[in-house]
């Protein structure tokens, strides 16, 4: 189904019966309103005007519309600012986060959290049992504008409570950090300071605890909003829009009070700023159409994050936001939302209905233009709504391959990169883009999910490996392909005693001794099946007694496998791992293809969809006997086919 | 005429006699100084001491040099600064820029307006009425440095004075910023902020008027010092130095309550340092020399800032500023002299008299070296003066060219780029090269000054069009060229309701439905006059019952003409402007050349000058019955030829 | 002889025997302890711990190791820097350096004075006369991160009254630092502030001033300690371990004090983070080795800083800090060890005994591993004891070339570069460079250090030329060699009244009349004995009566010469220095070699070594006659010959 992000409070009120009535005539089912709208909610301290917002659900409910209700928590209004500006958060250079734009607060602000759950609580009570409400969002885009992290006092005191409650006593800290190490030891608590500011890099284990703090924060401010919302709002789902790659925080932890995952999804403005990198060659080619495989990749990251998900932004047309800003190649609307459906979205929900002349986001498109005509998105989302009409999507089944996406193995990675290219988000795009190329359908799971029923399993990298992870890690008859720096790490940010890969060891029995990382430009080869490979950034010296399935060209082993374990001690590029991969998954009794460039894949139940992301019509790889439901065996450029199989 | 900057200051009173006496040698005329002196004429609060200066002004009296008397506003004393910290400015990251070299003030500053009042009345009571003083300077290069904008809570006072009476009532002003986005509305004018340090990027419209607020304050501080001056200076000149290309305030407005403007012209710094874009293989080519068009554009900007202009400050050799510090090829101090002269400048003034051997300029060039034997600047002023005698300069006149030139199109478009690549500069300076390259002449306009009398007009970017400006646009039978994003703005930083180009649209009659930001590599092509062009950065959607006159690639119009005005809907490229320009120029009876690398042509009156920037002999486009006043038909490296026609 | 650096208090006691008798086992003599133990020392304000430090020296002594103890004072407590947080230094942007790693406090602070007057006596007490004590360390790597230069309260009293004794009064400062410039007068010395966060530069002698304070107050805190130690350990000598290249403070005046100078030999990571300038190219090729110059550079630069002088820390296997980390190639280690003893290193002392798995080093190699099993370092180390066993290393003897290496000149020339690629340490590395590639050994003398003896003297750049200098440079009979600027600057950082190169005129009779910086790609040639290079970055124009040896194409003279005096008036590169430096070395008597790259020599008493640097087997420029006393005439790759001749 699709839906529209709708700001009432930013257009006349006499617009708002045309506006519904185009909606519903445009094919749309839902309308998101109302998240930033609290200097219209409580324009003055205490006092409420719920007026507008009552007849604007009314208005959307009379044209059959359901509304999804932002709580207006991520602006808070400046009266609110002024009379407490210990919400405002405080950035690693230690400046305060003014007001004036969005985000402006901390989450760890005791007073913020108060003014939340009063703000909340009165949304939720009026609206909670409203016939038009099917569901709520909390707040919008945590973590979007690097606020995560806030380096305030207020930051502070929440961070010595949360290393309190974790550790007991400041001796179990001292020695979980090895702080005995440049005399940094506390003797109590209140002698810890945030991590940044520090003469030269302070202790990984500090950074990590706060990154894991930071994160934690997160999911109880929302888990905060959550609760009052199911006190008084029974039988709507919750929701929260995700944004692209934001590692800042554990998706998944925020999501376990949550009903359905959704995001956010801008594919030129992400291919354009390097959310996923994207070689400068790829910016070009694709600068109108994004990149073939991020929003797919993030589609199979949120739909890891909770099976139910929608798209709650998709971008309609040129935004204003990246350094370039160009318009979508015609049919794009279209292709991006038929591509998250195929991914098992719910909804796909354009951001927005029209755009807003005013402010910081004039020059961001919507359905409609400024000057109340529809724009280019309008009419290919009406497309996609009557195409859906002749079509009854199948359920999303389970993919043969899973990916284990690690929040903290990106934390990691970052505080400690030991080389400066390695970074968990480039790591998991190789493995990611090889899968995608094999036309494999994936599904991301956070460490420590179940991995039952999978042919084919990749862990791109989880130094630290928890309890559950080595549990679900056992539970699988799954291949597993295990990157560098897995189990490299103990929960404390230290070298396991047996070193890496630490506990893994003792079921595939390897030692890394010793690992380098290299400057671009040194490379290293490795040969395997025959054929050899050229590589750079991370190389590890291995010690085993198993014989090693590759090895480098100085002789020693680059690739080492046991049982259905298989481990990498480098840096594995796309090439390789398309080979790997596709090895393993074919010897697992999975189908691989040679897509062409531009040509991507995926199934949902017995469809088969094929994107088109290139400039030339190309062939799908459908069998002859392929009854085609959508499109037919050419699919045209920036397009898509769709058929039985 | 010519002249020179002079701090007898910096040396012993016994040489000054000898120095006076070696500048009429030189023949210089006029002497600017005093405009660091501030702690030499207060050295203690409320002490003054003028016995210096005023042996200093009669030693130049005495060799009949006139006076250009600076006030010491710059250069606030330490001691002041100490009593009264709010003088100083505040950076955009919230740090006091302290004392310890020049500028360190905001405008904004009521003490510093105070003392300021103090400081010139003094000045101007005792020297106003000296025979010897011609006219003064007030303050040295406002807003070098950066220092238009501060960020303190003075500059936070006047700001939100400067918005009451702009706006009248909180309720105006909120709905000219389209506060409602992101619940940024505001109660009453104390609850505004400066819009630096915010979340994320700030309202473009808090932006803007911060942008107009900042350049206004400089225009009220000038006329501070103006207004004393006057009442005490009857039937002198006032003139300021302004910088190279210093967008970030009006110049035209500053100029109001000046008499003469002037300007600082380092062509090898500014070529070195990117004041004007040049590409890298420009920087090489023109190290010695400077580039070709950056002294012309600033001495047609100055002009049209104020018809009677000075060259205030010429570079005389190396300087110590830029990255890099080359010394300028033989000629090239005679050659720049005698260039301001054919665009019209009063004076040509060096500076400095000699390269003081101490403190943060020590390595910048004067006429004469610290060992006080003369440099090679020396001679070549004292060439040009010799070649100035034989030779009476015919008043400027009209050019037959016509730039708009707008400082708020700088600030709309930095504010809000939509494409890192689109810059008000590189568009403004892409429309100058090629009239140039054309040997055009060309006057720069402000935007609402007339344009009558004008064969060709070009507005390279104006957003917003203020009422002035569309009646200058309509009393004209110029040609008119409007580039991009022309009309795209409301007053207010919003989108036009009828979309751009505004009220552009009642007279041309077109609609920008969409616009593009590509990044570098991107490329489009369009087609005119059977030629095709390439461009990149910024592409727009046209409607229009117009047919257009030239088109893109893909189908769509480039370019649109109805009766003299023409409007291109994308970024269009020097060869692309040589092309359409010259094309207009010569149908409204123009003559154009295809002039050589390096070579330049600028008229005076009956007289035609030719100056040459290359390094090989090249032949000068005079007629063959063309008389040589100086130089002949073969222009040598680095030198000029100058014709009656 | 070998050593190591150890940390007890990071492993359980009972590991403490056991790793003593390896370390004698491998055959290491000195164990560096304590450096970073002040939290286990004093766990409390005033409560000291010594008893594990106690048994940790016997366990050590019962092996017979010697031990060099550290005072703690580059990481002061928590508990100390929270009771005085003027302790702290703060950045030039203004901000506090807070605790959570190493080196968090100021040279300035009093009260951190005083604080190490207190542990520093209680440690030394208490060792002073222990028979296992060889020798004493103070502080740890002064300079490293930035942390010469505090810009804080603390350090603005301590300037102000640096200044004060240095001037007497404040109308000596401002005509020293020609503060008429600019009103930068001071009335008295509480007026003068730091010189960072000035809206534009700061005066370059104010620069200059503070910098030579800031020099000057590491010297008298490491005086501070050596005072202390000297009154409670008679008879053990005294060290502190510099860093690389780290040229913020004199390190000759912070020498005077000690009786070792030692320094942290890391050449994989200067090589990969441009401690010394490394091109791209070199930084692949030498990515596993270190650039073969950079730990040579090194030794000869700190055992001109002290006839005897250590290594202190010897890279041993990867590091963490440095971009890239790779593992060196096998037989490095050992290479990097002999280098060391080559040029007259006492000792070499590996950084560390055993790699600790928490906390910021956690990833930088040791000799042995974290799971206690030695590493590849070990190996080497051990090989490198055997071959010492049988050799006698003869004494370090004058070479024939001394280079004048002047701290003030880095300073000079990084506040005034005048051109942006003129860097002091750019410049003496061509010389560096230019004459080890011909095979030469190189001695580096301070400015004003005798030159007797030597046949050739490179004075890279002096541009302050103090009376001790000139002395030195009249006695000797070496060619002497200048580059420019030399001599270009007075004391007080302004240009001399003769015009540069100052005093040296008087001896070698030039004028530069005018310098020019130039971009890269602005080259220029030069001819000299029949043969033309080209350079760029810095030009001078040289009036003299003397016939130049050498001239541009321009004509004028590049190369002046005078009995034995040489001046380059432009910037030299390495190809340049190799010819003309070798020409006056064989001139000189002295053989010059043109060596394969990546091979290097140097020789120590009757014993010549060749260092292979390289990947291939390469041989040694050895006489026929030469007896091997180590490897032979072929040398392998990553290896060494030693010789004797």
């Known amino acids: 189904m699709l839906g529209v992000c709708y700001y009432p409070e930013h257009w006349p009120r006499d617009r708002w019966a045309e506006d519904a009535r185009r909606m519903r005539e445009c094919g749309l089912s839902y309308v998101r309103i109302g998240e930033f709208s609290w200097s219209r909610l409580e324009p003055e301290p205490g006092r409420f005007d719920f007026e507008w917002l009552d007849q604007a659900i009314a208005t959307l409910h009379a044209e059959g519309l359901q509304v999804v209700l932002g709580t207006p928590t991520p602006t808070p209004p400046k009266w609110l600012v002024d009379r407490h500006p210990d919400i405002l958060a405080t ?38 049992n409203h016939p038009a409400v099917a569901g709520w969002q909390t707040d919008n885009e945590y973590g979007c504008h690097d606020t995560t992290r806030s380096y305030g006092p207020e ?79 029974p039988g709507r789902f919750i929701t929260h829009n995700f944004m692209g790659y934001t590692p800042d925080f554990d998706h998944f932890k925020v999501a376990e009070d949550l009903d359905v995952a959704s995001w956010d999804s801008y594919p030129l403005g992400f291919t354009d700023m390097d959310v996923l990198p994207v070689s400068e060659e790829e910016k070009l080619r694709y600068a109108r159409t994004g990149h ?24 309609p047309g040129p935004v204003n936001w990246a350094a370039h800003n160009p318009s979508p190649a015609p049919g794009m609307v279209r292709l991006w939302t038929w591509e998250a459906l195929a991914h098992g979205a719910e909804v796909v929900s354009y951001f927005r209905w029209r755009q807003f002349p005013q402010a910081q986001e004039q020059k961001h498109a919507g359905l409609n233009r400024p000057d109340f005509q529809p724009d280019v998105g309008y009419w290919e989302a009406q497309q996609v709504a009557r195409e859906l009409e002749g079509l009854e999507l199948p359920p999303t089944q389970q993919a ?67 309890e559950a992870t080595i549990r679900a890690l056992h539970n699988t008859q799954a291949q597993l392909v295990f990157g560098p720096r897995t189990g490299s790490k103990t929960e404390s940010m230290g070298i396991p005693p047996n070193l890496p890969p630490g506990k893994l060891a003792e079921w595939l029995p390897i030692r890394v001794t010793r690992v380098e990382s290299l400057r671009p430009g040194v490379n290293f080869a490795l040969e395997w099946n025959g054929q050899r490979y050229t590589s750079s950034v991370w190389k590890e010296w291995v010690e085993s007694d198993l014989a090693p399935v590759a090895k480098f060209d100085d002789g020693r082993g680059a690739l080492w496998q046991h049982d259905n374990l298989h481990y990498l001690a480098f840096w594995p590029t796309v090439a390789f791992l398309r080979a790997y991969l596709g090895h393993l998954a074919n010897r697992q009794g999975l189908q691989t293809f040679s897509l062409s460039e531009g040509l991507r894949l995926r199934r949902r139940g017995h469809l ?25 065996r050419m699919v045209p450029p920036h397009g898509l086919s769709i058929w039985e199989s």
């Open 608 to 632: 088969t969809f094929a994107f088109n992301y290139g400039p030339h019509e190309q062939q799908a790889p459908a069998s002859p006997q392929a009854r085609f439901v959508l499109g037919g």
């Open 292 to 315: 073939p495989d991020i929003p797919a990749f993030h589609h199979d990251l949120y739909r890891g994050v909770k099976p139910r998900w929608w798209v709650m932004e998709q971008q």
């Open 155 to 233: 930051d502070l005191l929440a961070f010595r409570e949360w290393l309190r409650a974790k550790y007991g006593s400041i001796e179990a800290l001292n020695a979980a950090w090895g702080n005995v190490f440049w005399s940094m030891e506390y003797r109590t608590f209140e002698e810890i300071d945030l991590p940044n500011l520090t003469v030269t890099e302070a202790n990984p284990a500090h950074w990590l605890d706060f990154y894991r703090f930071s994160s934690d924060q997160v999911a109880a401010y929302n888990k905060l909003q959550v609760e009052i919302i199911r006190q008084y709002s």
């Open 91 to 128: 950035d690693r250079e230690g400046r305060l986060r003014k007001f004036g734009s969005r985000r402006h607060y901390s989450f760890s602000s005791r007073t913020y959290q108060a003014h939340t759950r009063r703000i909340v609580t009165v949304i939720a009570q009026r609206y909670g």
């Open 400 to 466: 043969p391959v899973a990916l284990v996406f690690d929040y903290e193995a990106d934390w990691v990675t970052r505080i400690q990169p030991q080389g400066r290219e390695f970074t968990y988000r480039d790591l998991v795009w190789n493995f990611y883009q090889a899968l995608r190329s094999l036309g494999l359908d994936v599904d991301f799971v956070k460490p420590g999910g179940s991995l039952e029923g999978y042919r084919l399993g990749v862990v791109p990298c989880s130094p630290i490996l928890h």
